[in-house]
């Protein structure tokens, strides 16, 4: 029978097996890890001259890179990723270093990750998604950029719907305006319950007005059979608006730039300003 400390030399051996690990490929926390999290460049430049690993992970696999993005230093990013540094490695609850970059608000970090091949888009629905961490947030840039590099406005996640839902959901009327310039389907939120819920539940009138102007169907019901104003706060401002607005009739030019803009397709929407056209039309139909 083997004594007790060969049993401990197994299980640890055991342990390596199973958990894969590499004496080289992770650490609890790394020099690189430190300068890249307090932003200290010379100091990062120096360790991987000296050879240090820019893809050296921490047991949850979060690499310098993520450290990098998350305190929106660009200038230690940018050092990383020419040394090599995977820009889409991914932390083991599934967060990429673009995901970092979009909950700091870091613009230039985005800008950088996306110039260098990172993905801008989650590749499943169980995964965090970059778009909705930056309109929860409020990030609207970072919608923006993102959007600009083809990102689905409408991709939606179980439990957190679609990105303009959640811009909704947050009151983050700058990154709903962003969503929808780029095309978001002003009626996809989460299943039956549309951004106009959202907006109307948290009693945002602004958000509620913009969602209008972009087409929203005020009549919606949601699954409890619902419309928007029956989800606002009693007394509300908002119910009170949209009492009115379900008794007012729409324009005609309301109707029209509507259906123009479904004519077109998200695709071309970026057309809109090259169309012979008076500015003012133009203007008229980009909501300017």
């Known amino acids: 029978m083997k004594g007790g400390h060969d049993d401990d030399d ?10 894969d690990i590499d004496s080289g490929s992770w650490a609890d926390r790394s020099a690189l890890h430190d300068a890249a999290s307090q932003g200290r460049l010379l100091a990062l430049k120096t360790l991987i001259a000296q050879g240090h690993s820019v893809n050296v ?12 993005c998350i305190g929106g230093h660009v200038a ?6 020419d040394a090599g540094a995977n820009v889409n490695v991914t932390a083991i609850d599934g967060v990429t270093p673009l995901f970092r970059a979009c909950s700091a608000g870091s613009l230039a970090c985005l800008e950088l990750l996306l110039q260098s091949d990172a993905r801008p888009q989650a590749l499943a629905i169980f995964q965090p998604s970059p778009i909705h961490e930056a309109a929860s947030r409020g990030h609207s840039k970072c919608v923006e950029m993102l959007v600009s590099w083809g990102v689905d406005v409408d991709f939606e996640i179980p439990h ?8 909704c959901r947050c009151k983050e009327f700058l990154c709903a305006r962003k969503l929808l310039d780029g095309g978001a389907n002003v009626q996809r939120g989460s299943y039956m319950e549309t951004p106009l819920h959202a907006a109307s539940q948290k009693d945002c009138l602004s958000i509620v007005k913009l969602l209008l102007e972009f087409g929203a169907d005020v009549n ?10 029956e989800v606002a706060p009693p007394g509300s401002l908002t119910e009170g608006f949209l009492l009115i607005y379900e008794a007012t009739p729409r324009s005609l030019s309301q109707l029209c730039r509507q259906q123009i803009r479904e004519r077109l397709g998200r695709s071309r929407l970026h057309l809109l300003p090259h169309l012979p056209l008076p500015k003012a039309m133009k203007n008229f139909l980009q909501y300017r």
């Open 76 to 81: 230690c990013a940018r050092a990383l990723v």
């Open 10 to 19: 197994d299980v640890w051996n055991a342990s390596a097996v199973i958990l």
């Open 57 to 68: 992970l921490t047991i949850d696999h979060i690499s310098p890179l993520h450290e990098a």
């Open 160 to 167: 957190m719907g679609t990105p303009l839902y959640t811009a």
């Open 220 to 229: 919606a019901r949601n699954l409890q059979y619902k419309r928007a104003v």
